[in-house]
Structures are given as C-alpha cells and as structure tokens.
C-alpha cells in the first residue's frame, strides 16, 4: 500500500465525498491507498475550513465551468454478485479485477454541472448521439443558456468523444464564443460529474421494481 502524505486537490475531494457518503475512514484509505492518518487529518480540516473554502471557492475559475458528459445506465437492478477476473495460470494470485456484471436493457443519458447549479437530466431515447445530436439537442437549448448567463467568463468542459469534437460542433461553439476547456486525450477521467454518475447508479441498482418506461425511470 502506498503512503503518501501528499494529495492533490481533486483526490482530497473525491475522499471526503465518499466519507460524506458513510463510508469508513478505514475503507477510503484502502481504497485510495494511503494511510488511515491522512485520511483523518484530511477529513478535520474539511470540516474545519469547509465552508471558508466553499466560499472562496464560489469566487474562483470553478464557478464558471459547466461540466457534462453522458452515461449508460442499466434499467435492471445489480445481481450482487461479484465476478473475479484472472489471468490464466493466477489462480492463487492477488492480482485480480472485480467486474460487476448488469446486463438488459439500457438507457443513455447527459448531464452537467456547475458550481452551485446543474443542467436538467437528458435522456436520449434514441439511436445513438452524433455531432448534429449534440448541437441541436445540447448545445443549443443548454449549454448556450449557460453561456449567456454567466457571461464571457464562461468555460464549457465536454470529453473528447467523436460526436464532440465534429466540424459542426466546432463552428457552432465559435459562433456562440463558447470557450471550451482543454481535455488531454487518454488522459484519466477525472471529470466530478463522474460522483453524480456513481451516485445515480447506486440509487437505480437500489430500486425494488425495474423501470420497464422512460416514465417509470422518472
């Protein structure tokens, strides 16, 4: 296990939201790697300075950034079962990978967020999402209300999937003077919608009755 006494801002973040979600600081420092102490002195100093922090955050670059992305979700609840991956010939060995298996039908949604705000929840109930999708059905009646009320300021994140980076979308963004944010290719997805995605998740995997409609997943 690694031990660093060393974190970034975004991983300090992603720890105290999961301690905020009841997890165990035991569990957090598993996970993350890092000893239980750095977890702790991490979770003191939140809820010391959390609100002085909130605020200054609310005055700085993040409260101008509009961050979306699109996610599947399976419209049947988690089996709960765990399946192990192995290498072949590892039968013994640590190195495995937990895969949680979900299977049925599915639904693709979009969404965004923004410091102290969020995009209504999008369903795309058909086909699949292309660079005249994306303008007409996001760019436009969403993104481009952001941009008008928060102003020049305003930066727009989306990641680098195809239907994102077509000629159509470019000179649509240019001709709202829309600022995009740089996203690195390959880079790791350290986009914070992700937590709204896995908190999603949990609440779907949780329902008692599968929503057979698009009314019933409402």
Not at 15 to 37: D, Q
Not at 121 to 141: A, K, N
Request: aromatic share 8%.
């Amino acid at each position: 296990m690694a031990r660093s006494n060393h974190l970034d801002d975004f991983t300090r973040g992603r720890m105290i939201g999961k301690l905020e979600e009841g997890r165990t600081v035991t569990s957090v420092a598993a996970e993350f790697g890092i000893n239980k102490s750095v977890v702790s002195r991490a979770l003191k100093a939140f809820q010391t300075t959390g609100v002085k922090r909130a605020q200054k955050l609310d005055n700085c670059q993040w409260s101008r950034v509009l961050f979306t992305d699109e996610s599947r979700f399976s419209t049947r609840s988690d089996s709960q079962r765990v399946l192990i991956w192995r290498e072949i010939g590892t039968r013994f060995y640590t190195n495995i990978k937990e895969r949680h298996h979900y299977g049925g039908p599915g639904v693709l949604v979009r969404g965004g967020i923004i410091l102290n705000g969020k995009t209504k929840l999008q369903i795309f109930d058909r086909g699949s999402v292309t660079g005249h999708r994306y303008c007409e059905e996001v760019l436009l009646p969403h993104v481009r209300l952001f941009r008008g009320a928060i102003g020049p300021d305003f930066i727009f994140m989306d990641d680098n999937a195809r239907p994102h980076r077509t000629l159509a979308v470019e000179e649509l963004l240019e001709s709202e003077d829309i600022t995009r944010m740089d996203w690195p290719a390959y880079s790791p997805d350290l986009n914070p919608i992700e937590h709204a995605w896995d908190a999603l998740g949990r609440r779907i995997a949780a329902r008692l009755h599968h929503p057979t409609t698009q009314i019933d997943a409402d």
